[in-house]
DNA sequence: AAGAGGATGAACT
DNA sequence: GTTCATCCTCTTG
């Protein structure tokens, strides 16, 4: 369990997010806080997994070959912006966008470990006590947070976005992140070794591998 | 116009 | 470990 130092935190700004180094930015990204102003509540949460997806060349990334639908049009944006989309027909997953315009690259929040707003996010998921399962999994974090499918393409820079995240001075040592693939997509082939989802180690928000 | 399948989670046995 | 809820997007015809 991560201890929160300080309650001051630095927005990552636009230059943050477009880095073309989607893999390294997956790694930055944990330990950074995931902020959401949703209905007037405000949850926040310390990023404990995440997943690099990058197009052209992955195919487990849904813009695989610079494939542009409807859907994942967002994610050929300037980075700095959420991309999300419902999956199994129930979950809203949350990704970021990253990289320069046209560049199709996005990291799936896997887990969180709360820091604010417990008592919404507990109703949220229909839940009486804290449990870890609250925000572990990409469907149960986007839950907890308010998110939703139609907030896809929202700016994560603008003072006036509801999702945002910032940089509280949290730093995670290189001895404590695991990487290894990523869940959920043995289908993509031998994009499905690559090892590009990073977890805080031994941390219990984070997701249990999919058999 | 129709059908398959998915970057999951919860509730079972 | 297994089942299944649930629906939108994309592919194919």
Known sequence: MIKSIGKRGKRLNQS?????????L?????????VSNVDGHTTSGIIIEAE?????????CHAYNDRRTTRTEVMFAAGGVAYIYVCYGIHHLFNVVTGVPGQ??????????????LDIMLERRKMDRLEHKITRGPGALS????????MSGQSLINNITSIYIEDRGIRIAGDDVVSGP?????????????PWRFYVRQ??????KRS
Request: hydrophobic share 50%; aromatic share 8%; proline share 3%.
């Open 182 to 194: 990523r869940i959920g997509v043995e289908s993509a082939g031998a994009s499905a070794l690559l």
């Open 52 to 60: 690099a997806y990058r197009a052209p060349d992955d195919r487990a």
């Open 143 to 150: 839950a907890a947070m308010g998110f939703h499918a139609s």
């Open 26 to 34: 997956a790694r930055d990204l944990l330990g950074k806080v995931l």
């Open 203 to 208: 941390n219990k928000f984070v997701s249990a």
């Open 104 to 117: 199709a690259h996005a990291i799936l929040i896997r887990a969180l470990q709360p820091l604010e707003g």
């Open 16 to 24: 943050y997010y477009q880095s073309s180094d989607v893999v390294s």
